[in-house]
């Protein structure tokens, strides 16, 4: 585990316990193992992981310190949009395990990873969906179904919005 995200994630509030570090590395381990089969990452370096896509992802609390709203006791129901190697899904869903969180990306064979890596590394309240944003947004399952819709490095802000709008609940 590195010891500069574990001190970096405690400057955020998130104090990781044994076996959310287990998780990390576990996840790690799968990460740098697929991606030599299909590319899922650019960034494979430990120390790089670590920051640029494990602190990344859970650096979104601290646009909600003052609502809290990754801090409450009620679960919340998360979308991640394009998630690719499931980031920011899976680290979120490791340092707030009560959230039910919804991997949605448009590449199967992105998604059998992230099954994959739900499997090994024990993760429970928490789906890969092989999809379009465009398509699951239409009225049905997802629409208006999630508190807070996530995603990284997946279009411009003005389109990002259109895609990920359409999920998030009214008020």
């Not at 899922?40 to 896509?53: A, D, P, R, S």
């Not at 991997?103 to 992105?110: A, M």
Request: proline share 3%; with cysteine; hydrophobic share 45%.
């Amino acid at each position: 585990m590195s010891k500069i995200f574990e001190k970096r994630a405690a400057d955020l509030g998130i104090i990781l316990s044994d076996e959310m570090k287990r998780q990390f590395s576990k996840y790690y381990e799968m990460l740098v193992e697929w991606n030599k089969v299909m590319n899922l990452t650019g960034i494979t370096e430990y120390e790089e992981v670590y920051e640029k896509h494990f602190l990344d992802s859970i650096c979104i609390v601290k646009a909600f310190s003052e609502k809290n709203i990754f801090l409450s006791d009620t679960t919340k129901k998360v979308i991640d949009i394009g998630t690719g190697a499931g980031f920011p899904g899976i680290p979120l869903k490791i340092v707030f395990p009560d959230m039910d969180i919804t991997l949605l990306d448009s590449l199967n064979k992105r998604v059998k990873f992230l099954n994959e890596v739900i499997a090994q590394i024990g993760l429970a309240d928490i789906d890969a969906v092989h999809g379009r944003a465009e398509d699951y947004a239409k009225p049905g399952l997802f629409r208006e179904k999630y508190d807070l819709c996530v995603s990284r490095a997946v279009a411009n802000m003005a389109t990002l919005s259109e895609y990920c709008l359409p999920f998030v609940k009214v008020g």
